[in-house]
């Protein structure tokens, strides 16, 4: 497997994984579970597009 799909995978999860924090953190009104939820869920989400520019700034 490439290492751009393993780090797609292992982004993935790790926003899939900010999510029970950000519920747990909602529910009971816990601003710490918040950020972290939060913090994950955005490495996760920002991995692809970050990923997508450095290959085309490398391919130029």
Known sequence: ?????????????????GMPFLYIGGQNGSSGLMAVGFACFCIGMIVAPVQFLMSKRDSK
């Open 1 to 17: 497997m490439k290492a751009k799909t393993k780090n797609l995978i292992w982004a993935s999860l790790l926003a899939l994984a």
